[in-house]
C-alpha cells in the first residue's frame, strides 16, 4: 500500500527546485571528455522528481552521448552536472548519466520535453540521457520555495 509520502520528492529535491524545474529555461549539460576536461552545451532538460531523474534528449551521435558512453567504457557510470540560470536564482543537479535508446524510454522524455519546451523535431537517431541525481547545489529552494523572499 502506497501513501502520499511515498509519492513526495526525494529530499534532494525541494519543491523550490522542482518549481524552478517546471519554468521554461534553458540549462546547461557537463559531461567529461576522455582527457577529463569539461564538454559544457546548452540542453534542455526534465524532471522527474517522484524518481530523481533528469532527462535530456539528444542525438545518438552527439558528443555527450559519447562521453557518457566512454565514462560507462572505463568501469563506471558516467558523473554529469546540469545548470539551471535565472538571474540570481540557479541550480545544479549532480549525479550519474546512462544512455538510453529503447523506443519507450525515447517516448517518455520526447513527452516529457513537449510538456516543459515545445514538441521536438523528429529525430530517429534520438536517444535519451537519464541522470541518477544524487546531488543538488543552488539558491532555488530559497528563491522559489514556497516561501519566497520579499
Given at each position: 500500500?502506497?501513501?502520499?509520502?511515498?509519492?513526495?520528492?526525494?529530499?534532494?529535491?525541494?519543491?523550490?527546485?522542482?518549481?524552478?524545474?517546471?519554468?521554461?529555461?534553458?540549462?546547461?549539460?557537463?559531461?567529461?571528455?576522455?582527457?577529463?576536461?569539461?564538454?559544457?552545451?546548452?540542453?534542455?532538460?526534465?524532471?522527474?522528481?517522484?524518481?530523481?531523474?533528469?532527462?535530456?534528449?539528444?542525438?545518438?551521435?552527439?558528443?555527450?552521448?559519447?562521453?557518457?558512453?566512454?565514462?560507462?567504457?572505463?568501469?563506471?557510470?558516467?558523473?554529469?552536472?546540469?545548470?539551471?540560470?535565472?538571474?540570481?536564482?540557479?541550480?545544479?543537479?549532480?549525479?550519474?548519466?546512462?544512455?538510453?535508446?529503447?523506443?519507450?524510454?525515447?517516448?517518455?522524455?520526447?513527452?516529457?520535453?513537449?510538456?516543459?519546451?515545445?514538441?521536438?523535431?523528429?529525430?530517429?537517431?534520438?536517444?535519451?540521457?537519464?541522470?541518477?541525481i544524487d546531488r543538488v547545489l543552488g539558491n532555488a529552494e530559497r528563491w522559489r520555495g514556497p516561501e519566497?523572499?520579499?
Amino acid at each position: 500500500m502506497s501513501s502520499a509520502a511515498d509519492s513526495a520528492p526525494p529530499p534532494l529535491l525541494g519543491p523550490g527546485v522542482v518549481a524552478f524545474f517546471t519554468e521554461r529555461h534553458l540549462a546547461t549539460l557537463t559531461t567529461l571528455r576522455a582527457d577529463g576536461s569539461p564538454h559544457v552545451v546548452p540542453v534542455g532538460v526534465t524532471l522527474d522528481a517522484a524518481t530523481g531523474t533528469a532527462r535530456v534528449i539528444t542525438s545518438g551521435t552527439s558528443a555527450k552521448v559519447r562521453h557518457v558512453r566512454g565514462g560507462q567504457a572505463q568501469g563506471g557510470p558516467a558523473r554529469v552536472a546540469v545548470c539551471q540560470v535565472d538571474g540570481k536564482v540557479w541550480t545544479t543537479l549532480e549525479g550519474t548519466a546512462v544512455v538510453r535508446e529503447d523506443a519507450g524510454s525515447v517516448a517518455e522524455a520526447e513527452a516529457r520535453y513537449a510538456v516543459r519546451y515545445q514538441q521536438p523535431r523528429v529525430n530517429p537517431a534520438r536517444v535519451v540521457l537519464e541522470i541518477s541525481i544524487d546531488r543538488v547545489l543552488g539558491n532555488a529552494e530559497r528563491w522559489r520555495g514556497p516561501e519566497e523572499p520579499q
